[in-house]
């Protein structure tokens, strides 16, 4: 450890890997400070029997920009992987996202154009622009399939009525009129053939990383080792929640090593009936080529961030938006502080999104 560095870096996810990285590459010296026991925020993964555990969810890497796909597999290799989810209600199964698959084995039809006709009729309900999830949902893809495959799901993911949630979040799901299962319409897709552990290790080599530590308390003795600080952790707990507290939503996973070759076939399976108390069961082996005898899944149940004190989803409301722009112009005001990423930007950025930010800021210093 150096007596003084250019950058200090709270938080070692996405965000704060790559502006290290970048950092570097400009001959800046940077010391990282991490909460967590590991490296990596919510990309982190994990191996438990030869299989690459995403320990904090499903983590499928997809972007339509050359220039970030470029990036990061310049790094590490990548393999393909389409993400084809399968909805689970009551035990019947849907395929995911919304397309010609889903709509042939909700209505018993094989066209578009069949397909286009029940939901123009159901949609026929939402008379004005649609002002919340509920809403959005039935225009996009009309009740029935708003009722199989959305409300429960959506329900549990954010606790609380689609009829108070905003319709951006439903707008990140395509709907197809083929018979396209593929989750992502981005041109690369794909994951870290070693997981995203090895990603960000790449991203990290040549600082200087303290795990398990908390900046907040001692923020001045941590600020008075370095020119700049980049924060990327949650902006009210960097102001002491003086205006208030943002909301998120968090996420519990539940681990289960399964004795078993196969556990549901396919990487990932939504549960989209308000009963069943997890959102997704994913399993793991099935995002990358393996061979091994057992099995590794995880349980998603999502739950308050009271419960956990871990923030995953920020909660894009009015009322948080715009808590959010008061603690920003908290931060605009002070010139040695960066602030970027998930959390610093109360943001549902993916991992893309993520590292162009990173750039951005990086190509600055
Ligand atoms: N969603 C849904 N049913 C599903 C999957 C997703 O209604 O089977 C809705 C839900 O409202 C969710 C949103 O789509 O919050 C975005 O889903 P996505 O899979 O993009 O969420 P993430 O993977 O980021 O948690």
Not at 182 to 202: A, H, R, V
């Amino acid at each position: 450890m150096k007596s003084h560095y250019d950058f200090l870096i709270v938080g070692t996810g996405l965000y704060g890997a790559v502006f290290a990285h970048e950092a570097m590459k400009r001959g800046l010296s940077v010391l990282m400070l991490e909460k967590r026991a590991h490296i990596g925020g919510n990309v982190y993964t994990e191996e438990k029997d030869g299989i690459t555990i995403h320990k904090y969810g499903a983590h499928i890497f997809h972007t339509s920009d050359k220039v970030i796909w470029g990036y990061v597999t310049n790094l590490v290799p990548f393999h393909p992987f389409i993400n084809s989810p399968i909805a689970n209600y009551k035990g019947h199964i849907y395929n995911m996202p919304f397309n010609m698959n889903t709509f042939a084995r909700m209505w018993d039809i094989s066209t578009p154009d069949e397909a286009k006709r029940i939901i123009s009729e159901q949609r026929g309900e939402i008379k004005a622009e649609p002002g919340n999830l509920e809403e959005q949902a039935i225009s996009l893809v009309g009740r029935d399939i708003y009722e199989t495959l959305i409300k429960g799901y959506t329900e549990k993911q954010w606790g609380r009525p689609c009829s108070e949630l905003p319709p951006e979040i439903i707008r990140r799901l395509p709907v197809r009129f083929t018979y396209d299962n593929n989750y992502f319409s981005d041109i690369y897709q794909g994951i870290p053939d070693d997981g995203y552990t090895s990603l960000i290790e790449k991203l990290v080599d040549g600082a200087d990383i303290i795990l398990s530590v908390d900046y907040l308390p001692d923020r001045v003795k941590w600020d008075a080792l370095s020119e700049r600080t980049l924060y990327t952790g949650p902006l009210d707990a960097l102001y002491g929640y003086s205006k208030g507290k943002l909301e998120y939503r968090s996420e519990i996973f539940e681990e289960i090593r399964v004795e078993r070759e196969n556990f549901q076939g396919n990487a990932v399976v939504n549960y989209t009936d308000r009963e069943t108390p997890w959102t997704r069961i994913i399993e793991h082996k099935h995002f990358a080529p393996c061979s091994s005898p057992v099995t590794w899944i995880s349980r998603e149940y999502p739950v308050s961030y009271e419960e956990t004190g871990e923030p995953f989803y920020p909660v894009g409301d009015e009322r948080n938006r715009s808590l959010y722009k008061e603690y920003r112009a908290l931060a605009d005001k002070e010139p040695r502080l960066i602030i970027g990423g998930r959390l610093a930007d109360y943001a549902y950025y993916d991992m893309d999104k993520t590292i162009k930010a990173a750039l951005n800021a990086a190509s600055l210093l």
